[in-house]
């Protein structure tokens, strides 16, 4: 099983419309979640993050964690052209010691906006 | 305040040589991470120094390696350059480490193995 899946898409909004991301992960005891945004031939930049359950605002994002069913998403209000890119969800993993110094990534999902 | 820089951007080597990439965090940042970038494997952890000790390795082989220095700044080495580390390179750095801390990337360092 994949630690942190994701659908690949491509995910087609058209401009105005509320664009939801999604993103599954593995480990239960995961205490951080990140949302990258990372446009073609760029890095990745940071969105968000979250680290309890519910919904964290920002702008026109919204990420919501869900520990119980393993869950995370972005949610992205009024989509814009310039939002086109690819979204990759980030997961800290549990455990102690040198396992707890990295970042497990989904393999992204691209979201186009149409004009 | 500046970004997370790296050098150089580009590179191409041929097969079976050897390359040295530099990272410099957002300064007061002492965590330092890198990853590698393929579009079969998607974003892969390579290993995270913080006061110049290595705490965490990825699963790459030997040929992989890295340092930091007392400024926090990192170099990574690839040896005996194969096809297949043809990659794009992200270091990234947080003010420590652990679940709470947000990593930020640089550019990356795109590397060509012919």
């Known amino acids: 099983q994949k630690e942190v899946e994701q659908n690949s898409g491509p995910l087609s909004v058209p401009e105005g419309a509320i664009a939801s991301l999604n993103c599954t992960y593995s480990d239960r005891g995961s205490q951080s979640f990140f949302w990258y945004r990372q446009y073609s031939g760029k890095s990745p930049e940071l969105i968000m993050s979250i680290y309890s359950n519910g919904d964290k605002e920002d702008g026109r994002f919204t990420a919501q964690l869900n520990k119980a069913s393993q869950y995370v998403s972005l949610l992205i209000r009024d989509s814009q052209p310039s939002d086109s890119a690819t979204y990759l969800c980030a997961v800290h993993p549990p455990g102690g010691g040198g396992s707890n110094y990295k970042l497990t990534f989904g393999k992204g999902t691209l979201l186009t906006v149409n004009p | 305040k500046a970004g997370v820089t790296q050098t150089p951007r580009y590179l191409i080597k041929t097969r079976g040589q050897q390359v040295t990439l530099s990272c410099s965090p957002i300064s007061g940042h002492r965590s330092v991470s890198w990853y590698q970038q393929t579009p079969g494997q998607g974003l892969q952890f390579l290993f995270e120094y913080f006061s110049e000790t290595q705490r965490n390795k990825g699963n790459f082989p030997g040929r992989f390696s890295g340092r930091q220095f007392s400024n926090s700044r990192s170099e990574m080495n690839v040896s005996t350059l194969e096809l297949g580390d043809s990659a794009l390179y992200l270091c990234?750095?947080?003010?420590?480490?652990?679940?709470?801390?947000?990593?930020?990337f640089g550019p990356g360092t795109r590397l060509t193995v012919l």
């Open positions: 990234a750095s947080s003010i420590l480490a652990g679940p709470y801390n947000e990593q930020f």
